[in-house]
């Protein structure tokens, strides 16, 4: 058993991990500010402190406090492309500096081991495969604070012997937990494809809106790697219990690519619905195909696309009871 301080913790991927940390009888503190996160995605069975990642004092308190904490796992990060686009400076406050604050907490309260969410943004305009030794090459802010991020962690971890740090480069985490109880924000306006279409698949939205069917790819339109939000989760944990990788960086994705059509057949398939589509313009930044070349060693797929689908259209019923 591990004593794990989850910062953001609330939010969608950390809640999931939250969940199966849990599973795994480990003893688990969440840290968030609830800016975008929610205190009822929290289990039951964790302790939510709120808290901000660049309030040094509050962190100092927790390590304080928790002396015994084995391992930091970072969720708390700003996510949305267009949003990073608009606002640089929050987020290069968020997922910067709130990483410096943190690694500095950790230092001081003598914590050596932590497992930091990065991203297959890191890659930039990926056209297809990603090989997990590809340059990097950010396209947007968001990106380029996600490798800031892991280049700080590095840059730590190799100061000093016995410091361990980690970066998982999530591909597209979509579902949620069968329960249908938590999962990503309820309120907002969607920002990725899979709750855009869970709402029109729940009839909350007429049509989605396909960015692009003239890509050069077999339907037109752009190619993801989908990841049930909880096979993440679980290689995440997985991650944090077999302790130090000899790697700086691990790629989480499922091998597997779909396009946006792909998705939408998958989803009327499962819920029996018909689902209206409209071609919009190719949305600004968006890579043709992002697809991870190999599966990790962390990673076991016990779901499928069309599992996919459904824990997002349960959950999608969930809030609009
Ligand atoms: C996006 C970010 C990525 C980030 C991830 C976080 C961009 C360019 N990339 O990934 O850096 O890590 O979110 O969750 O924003 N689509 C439609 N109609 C829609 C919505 C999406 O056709 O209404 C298409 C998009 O054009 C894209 C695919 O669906 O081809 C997947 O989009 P999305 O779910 O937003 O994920 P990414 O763009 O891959």
């Not at 289990?43 to 928790?66: M, P, W, Y």
């Not at 267009?82 to 640089?88: A, C, G, L, Q, R």
């Not at 929050?90 to 990483?99: A, D, F, T």
């Not at 740090?165 to 920002?191: C, H, K, Q």
Request: hydrophobic share 35%; proline share 4%.
């Amino acid at each position: 058993m591990m004593k794990v301080l989850v910062v953001g913790g609330a939010g969608y991927i950390g809640s999931h991990a939250v969940l199966e940390l849990i599973k795994d009888h480990h003893n688990v503190l969440v840290f968030d500010n609830l800016t975008s996160g929610f205190e009822d995605m929290v289990s039951e069975h964790a302790t939510l402190i709120v808290g901000d990642i660049r309030d040094k004092n509050a962190l100092d308190n927790v390590f304080k406090k928790h002396n015994d904490i084995d391992v930091v796992m970072h969720f708390a990060a700003k996510i949305v492309v267009p949003e990073s686009v608009e606002k640089p400076l929050e987020y290069y406050s968020n997922n910067v500096e709130g990483v410096r604050v943190l690694l500095e907490s950790m230092q001081e309260n003598n914590i050596k081991n932590i497992v930091f969410s990065s991203t297959a943004a890191v890659y930039g305009e990926a056209s297809g495969v990603c090989f997990e030794d590809d340059n990097t090459n950010p396209i947007n802010p968001y990106g380029r604070t996600k490798l800031m991020g892991e280049n700080l962690l590095n840059d730590w971890s190799n100061a000093k012997q016995g410091r361990h740090a980690v970066a998982l480069r999530y591909f597209n985490p979509v579902g949620a937990d069968p329960s249908g109880e938590i999962g990503e924000d309820p309120y907002d306006t969607p920002n990725n494809l899979m709750p855009f279409i869970s709402q029109t698949a729940v009839g909350r939205r007429d049509y989605l809106q396909v960015f692009g069917n003239d890509y050069d790819t077999r339907d037109g339109t752009c190619i993801r790697d989908y990841i049930h939000v909880c096979d993440l989760a679980s290689a995440i944990v997985k991650a944090v219990e077999e302790g130090p990788t000899n790697t700086p960086y691990e790629c989480l994705g499922s091998n597997t690519g779909w396009s946006v059509l792909e998705v939408l057949d998958v989803m009327e398939q499962v819920t029996g619905k018909k689902l209206n589509r409209v071609v919009a313009p190719r949305r600004e930044g968006d890579a043709v195909a992002s697809v991870v070349d190999k599966l990790s060693d962390f990673v076991t797929l016990s779901k499928s696309i069309e599992d996919m689908c459904l824990d997002q259209y349960k959950l999608e019923i969930g809030k609009n009871e």
